[in-house]
C-alpha cells in the first residue's frame, strides 16, 4: 500500500519538522495503520511529494516553528528557498539547506514508524517557470544551461535520498514513480518511439533514466497512463522501453497503472470497462523485466 505521508509539505503523522496536514491534526493515524495493515500482512510504504508546498493562505498560517514557515517568509522578500508557481509553492531543490530538510523528514518517517518504504511520487519542478535565477547564479558554474543544472539538483536529491534511507535501515524499498515518458527518441536518442507528449526530462527536469542506469533507487514506477494503441503515447511502447531500460540494473519495474481512468461509461471510449486494463496486464505478463503494477488509486 502506497499511503500518502506527504502531500503539500503538510504531515499525515506526528513531525518535527513539517506541520500537521489539516485532516488530521494534532491525531497521528499512522501507527494505528501500519499495525492493522502489517495483521493483515500488507507492506506499507510512505509516499510523499518533495518539492510541492501550499498556497498562499496554507503557508501564511504556517508557524515559524517550521522550516518552511520561516524560508515562506524569507521568500517574500529575497525569494530563495521557495518559489510560487501558480497558485502553489515550492520548495526550491538548488540549495543544500532545501535538500537537507526533504532528507531529514524522509529519515523521521523511517526512524520514527516502522513504514516498509518511502515512495516519491512526480512532482519535482513544476515546469521551466521557475524563478530561481538567484540560485543558478550561485550555484550553476560548471553547467552549460539551467535545464542541466535543474537536472543535477533532482539528482542529487535523489541520489542523497537513496543513501540516507539505506543508512538508517538497508533493507528499506526506496523508489520512485515518475511521469511514464522519459523524453521522445526525436529530443534523445536514447528516448522511447512516442511523440508530443509530456517528457518528463525537460518538463519536471527529472532524469529518471540515469536513476536507474545508476542504481540509485531500488525500483521505478512509471506512471503509464495511456492506452494500448494511443496515437502519440502508446502504452505496449513506453512499458517495452522501461523494460529495456531496468535490464541488468538490478532496478525493479513496477507500472503504474490508470485504474482510476476504467469503468467510462461511454461505450466509444477506449477506457469503457475493464478491457484495458486487462488487455495492459496480459501485456505485462510477456514482459520478464515487469515485476508488478502498482494500481491508483484506492478509495473509498
Not at 500537521?20 to 509516499?47: K, M, N, Q, T, Y
Not at 507500472?255 to 469503468?263: E, H, K, Q
Not at 475493464?274 to 478509495?299: K, M, S
Request: charged residues 20%.
Amino acid at each position: 500500500v502506497y499511503l500518502h505521508l506527504r502531500a503539500f509539505g503538510d504531515a499525515y503523522y506526528c513531525s518535527q519538522l513539517f506541520p500537521p496536514a489539516a485532516a488530521v491534526g494534532d491525531f497521528d493515524p499512522l501507527p494505528i495503520l501500519l499495525e492493522e495493515a502489517h495483521r493483515l500482512h500488507l507492506s506499507v510504504h510512505g509516499w510523499i511529494n518533495p518539492l510541492r508546498l501550499q498556497n498562499d493562505a496554507g503557508m501564511t498560517a504556517l508557524s515559524d516553528r517550521y522550516q518552511i514557515g520561516q524560508w515562506y517568509r524569507d521568500s517574500q522578500k529575497n525569494g530563495t528557498y521557495l518559489c510560487k508557481v501558480g497558485d502553489y509553492w515550492w520548495l526550491n531543490p538548488a540549495y543544500p539547506e532545501v535538500r537537507q530538510l526533504i532528507a531529514d523528514g524522509v529519515a523521521e518517517i523511517v526512524q520514527q514508524y516502522e513504514v516498509d518504504g518511502i515512495h516519491l511520487d512526480d512532482y519535482f519542478y513544476p515546469g521551466s517557470g521557475f524563478a530561481d535565477g538567484a540560485a543558478y547564479a550561485k550555484y550553476g558554474k560548471g553547467f552549460s544551461n539551467i535545464g542541466d543544472w535543474r537536472r543535477d539538483n533532482v539528482n542529487q536529491l535523489v541520489k542523497t535520498l537513496g543513501e540516507r534511507i539505506h543508512a538508517i535501515d538497508p533493507g528499506l524499498s526506496y523508489g520512485i514513480s515518475p511521469s511514464g515518458v522519459w523524453a521522445d527518441k526525436s529530443s534523445l536518442p536514447q528516448g522511447s518511439n512516442t511523440t508530443g507528449g509530456y517528457e518528463s526530462y525537460y518538463a519536471s527536469y527529472a532524469d529518471s533514466r540515469k536513476w536507474v542506469k545508476e542504481g540509485w533507487i531500488d525500483y521505478i514506477c512509471p506512471q503509464i497512463y495511456w492506452y494500448i494503441g494511443h496515437k502519440s503515447m502508446d502504452y505496449a511502447t513506453v512499458a517495452r522501453w522501461w523494460a529495456d531500460t531496468v535490464k541488468g540494473t538490478g532496478v525493479s519495474l513496477y507500472i503504474g497503472m490508470a485504474d482510476y481512468l476504467a469503468g467510462n461509461s461511454d461505450p466509444k471510449s477506449p477506457w469503457y470497462g475493464t478491457t484495458a486494463i486487462e488487455r495492459q496486464l496480459a501485456l505485462n505478463d510477456t514482459l520478464p523485466q515487469v515485476a508488478g503494477e502498482a494500481h491508483f488509486r484506492y478509495r473509498l
